[in-house]
Each structure stands twice: as C-alpha cells, then as structure tokens.
C-alpha cells in the first residue's frame, strides 16, 4: 500500500486539466508522452518521500556513535557523558561517564529502555553488555538496553590501584583481598586525580538521571544485580517518577554492612551446600565424612599456609605456591556463588583434606586475577556506606564457628581506617518504600545476598514479586534452562507488573549433579 501523501500525488496528476488542455482523445500520443514524463517524474520523488515518511533519528543517534562490542551481531550506540565530580558545588573537576547503549530492533521502540546496573562496587557496567543484552531476548525487539558505567568503576574515572600478582608472578596474586601496603600507596595517586569523598552509591545514581534526561528518556525500568540492587533502590528513592519498573536480583538490604554478614552467610550457604551432597547418593558415597573433612582443611590452614605444586593455568608450567587461610576461603566462597561452580566444592574439600590443595589454588588464581576491579571506588563506597555503620562489638557473634571467621572483615576495616570518607544521606540505610512494580529474584544458595534478605526487601514493596530459584545462588550461573531468567525479565518489563507472570519455568532451572572426579586442567591463553 503507498503512503497516503504518495497517492494524493498521483491522484493529482492523473488530473488531465493540469497537463492539456483539449481532450485526452484528441492527442493520444501527446497525451501518452505526458503520462510517461509524469510517471518519471513521480518516481523520482520516491527516495524523498520515503524519507520524509521515515521515523525521525531519536535522540541517541545524535548523542552518541555507531560501535561494534563483544557478544553483539548488530551495530551498538556508544559515548560519554560529562558531570561534575562535586555535584553540589558543580565547580572545579569533570569526570566523563562511558555509556553503551543497545538499541531496540524494532521501527517503533517503546519509550522507556532498561538501565543495567553492575554488581560490585568496583565494575563497569558496560563490561559484557552485548551479552547483557542478548540475555534479555524478546525484550531487546522493543526496548533500548542502556548501560552506563557508574563513576569511579569501567570507563568512567576509574579509581584502580596496582594490585600485586599476575602471569609473571602467580605468587603475588595469593595474597589478601586488602593489600594495605599497596593501598596506603596508591592513596595520594588517587587523591591527586579524584576527591574520593565524591563517589558514594547517592551521587552516582544522580549521575544516572542525568544520563538519562541526557539521552531523551521520561523514565526508565531498572535491573540491578547484587550491588546493582542498592543501586537501584537508592535511584528508585532518589528518583521515584522516573521509574516505571526494576528488577533486583540478589537483592541486598539496604543496611547490609558488608562485609558484617559475609562470614555468616557464607557459612549458612555452605551447611546447605553440605545437606545437598548429604542428600545425593553419588555424592554422599564419594564424600561420606565431607564436615569433618572441612574441619581439618580449615584448622590446619589456620596453623599457616599450605605449599604445593601446581600447573599454570595460563603457561601449563609447574611452580610452586603457597596459599594462607584468607585467600583460600575467600576463593571457597566465590565459588558459592554460581551453583555450577559450588557442585565442585565437596570435591575440593575432599582433596584438600587428602594434601592435595592445587584445585583451590587453582580457584584462588582465577579468583583473584582481577584487571577490572576498581578497588579504590569499592573502598571510597563500602567504607562509608557499610564499614562505618558497625563497631568491634558487633564482630564476634556473626563469625563464631564459620569457615572464614575475621579475616576479611579485619582487612577491610583496617584499609577504611585511612581511606577517605564520604557523608552519607541520613535516611540511606531506610529500608526502601516504593509504589514501582518490582521483580526479586533470589536464590537458595547465595552465600552474599541470602533469600531472607529478599524477604525483608519485599516488606515495604507492595507490588514486589520474590521468585526463589530452589537451586539458584547468587544469579542463575550453572542451571539449566537459564534463559527462563531472562524470560522473567523481560515479560515482568514488557507488562510492568509482576501480577500474572508466569513463573512455571524456574521449576526447571535444576542444578548440575555434584562434581566426583576431577576435571583435566587445560592451559587458558
């Protein structure tokens, strides 16, 4: 069918008075050749017209360029943005913030995109986001995926120090999570470049809306992820008619202290971990003594660390290395969170137990060998916003009997006691009160951000929806049917409620069978 303005045009002529004069009959070949020169000339008008019925470029096509990313078959849009690092005094330095944003495919987006926010703090939101957006499937054909690296982290000023370790010295990698030598070190170099006082979870979120009133959008749906989801409660409190929906998965408290719980949580995660195997014929057969086992590996690191000969993951040479109990248990417990990854824990517990430690030092390399990490914004956050909110006294009733006991707490408040700290809005800790259609989704095992945590989130949400994954962690990482996680997303945005989702799926998503035997190691390039 031709566009209305295209028929008006032929119908106009078409009309013999506007070309000659006398009767059509009289000239016929006359009347032919005009017909002819006509017909031309209106299709030469076509190009035109097409464009003028064409869609007007949206506004993110003149902010930002044409690029290529990982993950994506389809052209994405990427730029910067500018805001002023003190955002009361809106004076002196200006930070550029990277924006990535994947546009909707079909010719008539929906006006209000989803903003992702990462996990952390401390990681770029854009890292992985042509991933990101392939895992949102049916929503990408009508809605933009934005992503927007939060100040401090990515593309956005990041705040990194030189941490110890790498390819060439596997060693350096082993050591604590809070190296405070390092750290005391690389303060003035930060502080010389960033006012570390400026880059709290509440003003990174104003950041955001600016962003977004940037990019043309009145509001917006929100999916967060671990840090994600304070960062997307505190946009939702800060910004409440900008948002239309959110989606928080692995949802944290907003008074979540970290890292106050983390030795108990973990510990909560891993009695699960060790009822499953319990449960499990093949795996309680390999691993009959499995708690007991657990309790040797940790008294004995305990006494000090353990040596061993391992094969670089990455040269396939032998070296030896030595592992202390911090960076082993902190590796124990970044394996609980994929329950892909945590099917492997009764195995490495068991070897560890036998004198053979090279799996977990293996984990603790992949672990820790971490480029992207923006220590210097995790601390310039957490330490403001969780290590100041508790004392010594609070300490020993939340590590008595776990696995990991005082190690990463004392290490982190001990890097806080010289980093500097922000001031934190009064009503920040608030648990939050929202009207918004929300969407939580947790998981049974998540040693960090635990299913009760969603629970006590959905209180104040009264049209809040918490979906526990039975066999899910910290996300949906090693189960089957994960693109149902994706799906849930999606139709919950596409409706903007969570009443009437359909969540038949997460039945399906089951967990994989207990890792017996180990698996051959192969040189990663």
Known sequence: MQPPGLRRLFMRNRNPGTAYKGPASTNPRRSRMKRTVCLAACLSLLPALAAAEAPKPRKIHQLLKPCKIAELEEEALCGTYSVWENRAARTGRKIDLKIIVVPAQGADPAPDPVFYFAGGPGYPATDGAGGTAEFLGELRKERDIVFVDQRGAGGSHPLKCPLPGGDDNPQGLLGDLFPLEILRACLPELAAKADLTQYTTSIAMDDIDEVREWLGYSRINLWGGSYGTRAAQVYLRRHPERVRSAVLGGVMIMDGRMPLYIARKAQDSMEKIFDECAAEAACRAAFPNLRA????????????????????????????LSIAHGPFTTALRALQYSTGQAMRIPLYIHKAAEGDHSLMILQALRYFDDPDWAIGQYLAITCAEDVARFGPQDVPPLIAGTFQGD????????????????????DFWEPLRSPAPILILTGWFDPATPPEWAVEVGRDLPNSLNVVMRDGSHGPGGLAKIECYGKLISNFIVNGTPYG?????????????????????????
Do not use: N, Y
Not at 501 to 525: A, G, I, N, Q, Y
């Open 293 to 320: 086992e657990f309790r040797t590996v940790i008294e004995r690191l305990r006494q000090g660390p353990v040596r061993q000969t391992v094969t670089h993951p990455k040269t396939g040479k032998r070296i030896e």
């Open 407 to 426: 190690d990463r707490i004392r290490q982190q408040v001990a890097a806080c006691s010289f980093w500097p700290k922000a001031e934190v809005p009064a």
């Open 501 to 525: 989702l359909d969540t038949s799926c997460v039945k399906e998503m089951k967990r994989p069978p207990f890792l017996l035997k180990e698996e051959e190691e192969k040189p990663r390039t």
